[in-house]
């Protein structure tokens, strides 16, 4: 594979710069949420990067493990204070590729939208659910997407302006695929830096598809890690799903929230 399609692509690109542009995000309303679902057992982290949610997840005293196709991003998690004590896998999220089972698998950031067709963005569903513990629970972070934020198919936005550089974004959106192709462009004294992205977005009603024929079940959808409620003008989801044959026990779940 080549491109977009390699899942090692966007590692390769964006490690360098990830932590100086995602570093300042609070990773603890996320730690916080999953660490009371995984309680001292073990969790897993599909994409773990440089471990901006793993590392305060696992001084939480939750046993983390992840999975990785970029080796440059866990060569930056290796290079942090206890990244060396967290076991990784270089391989293929979608696959998940390690031996259950798990309390917790999890998934950030609208990293399950790196996967760039609804087959592969099911294989992770179906890949997922094998390594789960029988009230064990698959929790995502994603965006809802947006489609007005696109004139005829494409964008243009700022995002920095210095005396020396200039940053911007070019997108282009193809609805039929439900794919965004992005170019982060950095303009300075050393020339000209590219950044690329791919995402295939999925609707909420499509991943839950997704979770069924997988054999898990949405438990809880909010609308941010606080655990606010999820509706119409929600810009993002936390969704919890879990195995079809029981429920989790120890669950915050107390029905979906839309």
């Excluded at 696959?95 to 609208?110: I, M």
């Excluded at 890690?225 to 120890?250: K, L």
Aim: glycine share 10%; aromatic share 8%.
């Amino acid at each position: 594979m080549t491109g977009f399609d390699d899942p090692a692509f966007y590692g390769a690109r964006w490690a360098s710069v990830y932590d100086d542009r995602y570093g300042g995000l609070d990773p603890e309303p996320a730690v916080d949420f999953l660490a009371e679902l995984a309680g001292r057992e073990r969790a897993l982290e599909l994409a773990i990067g440089t471990g901006r949610i793993a590392l305060p997840l696992a001084r939480r005293g939750v046993v983390v493990e992840g999975v990785d196709a970029s080796e440059a991003m866990v060569e930056r998690l290796r290079a942090k204070p206890g990244g060396e004590s967290i076991p990784v896998t270089i391989g293929d999220m979608a696959a998940v590729g390690v031996s259950g089972p798990f309390r917790l698998v999890y998934l950030v950031a609208n990293t399950l939208f790196g996967l760039l067709s609804q087959a592969r963005q099911a294989e992770c569903f179906h890949n997922v659910a094998p390594v789960l513990e029988p009230d064990g629970v698959f929790v995502i972070e994603c965006f809802v997407p947006d489609l007005t934020r696109f004139d005829r198919g494409q964008r243009v936005q700022t995002l920095a302006v210095t005396e020396d550089s200039a940053t911007f974004e070019l997108s282009r959106h193809d609805a039929g695929q439900q794919r965004v192709t992005t170019q982060v462009v950095t303009l300075d004294g050393d020339g000209v830096h590219l950044r690329p992205v791919a995402l295939r977005y999925s609707w909420p009603g499509e991943l839950d598809s997704m979770a069924r024929q997988a054999g898990l079940r949405l438990a809880d959808r909010y609308g941010g890690w606080d655990r606010r409620s999820f509706d119409s003008t929600s810009g993002q989801h936390i969704s919890v799903y879990w195995r079809a044959s029981r429920r989790p026990s120890s669950s915050p779940a107390r029905g979906v929230h839309r």
